[in-house]
Nanobody
Framework: QVQLVESGGGLVRPGGSLRLSCAAS????????VGWYRQAPGKQRELVAT???????NYADSVKGRFTISRDNAKNTVYLQMNSLKPDDTGVYYC?????????WGQGTQVTVSS
């Protein structure tokens, strides 16, 4: 079992930055791949970025060059550094840990980009 808790969301002006954290508890978090997803009001949840257990990363085209996903296995935490934020980045951001048949989600953290 893995429990995930997201934090770091908030209200930020366009062009600003936020760093989201996904803290994990439970066994063997380091072997899980982790993804950040977001869901805007009235829209489907979409994949933002992923990081594998081997530190490979992948990004949605809409965030490439602005967002960076990383992980600190010693702290059982995955981060999402978000720079040059735009109003379209607004939404609830969720952390997802997955491996084989296992799939865990956090409760989400709200990010609002507005002037």
């Amino acid at each position: 079992q893995v429990q995930l808790v997201e934090s770091g969301g908030g209200l930020v002006r366009p062009g600003g930055s936020l760093r989201l954290s996904c803290a994990a508890s439970g066994s063997s978090f380091t072997i899980y791949n982790v993804g950040w997803y977001r869901q805007a009001p009235g829209k489907q949840r979409e994949l933002v970025a992923t990081i594998t257990s081997g530190i490979g990363t992948n990004y949605a085209d809409s965030v490439k060059g602005r967002f960076t996903i990383s992980r600190d296995n010693a702290k059982n935490t995955v981060y999402l550094q978000m720079n040059s934020l735009k109003p379209d980045d607004t939404g609830v951001y969720y952390c997802n840990a997955y491996r084989s048949l296992s799939d865990y989600w956090g409760q989400g953290t709200q990010v609002t980009v507005s002037s």
